[in-house]
T-cell receptor, first 111, second 112 residues
Framework: GENVEQHPSTLSVQEGDSAVIKCTYSDSASNYFPWYKQELGKRPQLIIDIRSNVGEKKDQRIAVTLNKTAKHFSLHITETQPEDSAVYFCAASKRNNRLAFGKGNQVVVIP | DGGITQSPKYLFRKEGQNVTLSCEQNLNHDAMYWYRQDPGQGLRLIYYSQIVNDFQKGDIAEGYSVSREKKESFPLTVTSAQKNPTAFYLC???????????FGPGTRLLVL
């Protein structure tokens, strides 16, 4: 099955700086890659996703890039704010198949 | 994802007891999922259902059971066979044929 790994496990950034989280996946047939944000004690919320026919997608301060050859995709957060502090999960899926989740990255934005 | 509800928010289980977690959605989604989340861990799939009256085991189904008698409901029973049930349980749903999943608020299960 699909194996998804996230690095680093914890990332601390100064407010206003950029944060980048990288995920690698094992199954070259995977074609859908979402990112979820989970605040403490809350539900994971979908913040952005990308499909394999696209290399990059942006939504305001967040962006996701995909490198199919290297089988990795990254979440970029620019101009970080304290409310960006959370755990971020990446996942990968083949069409009509289950999502395989990474173990999550704790992002801490230091005011 | 405001259309997915889980109850109760907190649940306490005694030794040898079966407990049932509720998950309801009004999004008209065909697919529903149950995940278990432990501290510092990712989300692990317990069971999922793509259509009414059908469901499949996920990666950690032992000690759990589900039913899918109605499209909007996918209850999860944690049986006494699950020896380490303390976790945060998340239900999710999505459209048939679409990979995107939306999560409910979760139920935190604790053992007395």
């Amino acid at each position: 099955g699909e194996n998804v790994e996230q690095h680093p496990s914890t990332l601390s950034v100064q407010e206003g700086d950029s944060a980048v989280i990288k995920c690698t996946y094992s199954d070259s047939a995977s074609n859908y890659f979402p990112w979820y944000k989970q605040e403490l004690g809350k539900r994971p919320q979908l913040i952005i996703d990308i499909r394999s026919n696209v290399g990059e997608k942006k939504d305001q301060r967040i962006a996701v890039t995909l490198n199919k050859t290297a089988k990795h995709f990254s979440l970029h957060i620019t101009e970080t704010q304290p409310e960006d502090s959370a755990v971020y999960f990446c996942a990968a899926s083949k069409r009509n198949n289950r999502l395989a989740f990474g173990k999550g990255n704790q992002v801490v934005v230091i005011p | 994802d405001g259309g997915i509800t889980q109850s109760p928010k907190y649940l306490f289980r005694k030794e040898g007891q079966n407990v049932t977690l509720s998950c309801e959605q009004n999004l008209n989604h065909d697919a529903m999922y149950w995940y278990r989340q432990d501290p510092g861990q990712g989300l692990r799939l317990i069971y999922y259902s793509q259509i009414v009256n059908d469901f499949q085991k996920g990666d950690i189904a032992e000690g759990y059971s589900v039913s899918r008698e109605k499209k909007e409901s996918f209850p999860l029973t944690v049986t006494s066979a699950q020896k380490n049930p303390t976790a945060f349980y998340l239900c999710a749903s999505g459209q048939a044929g679409q990979e995107t999943q939306y999560f409910g608020p979760g139920t935190r299960l604790l053992v007395l």
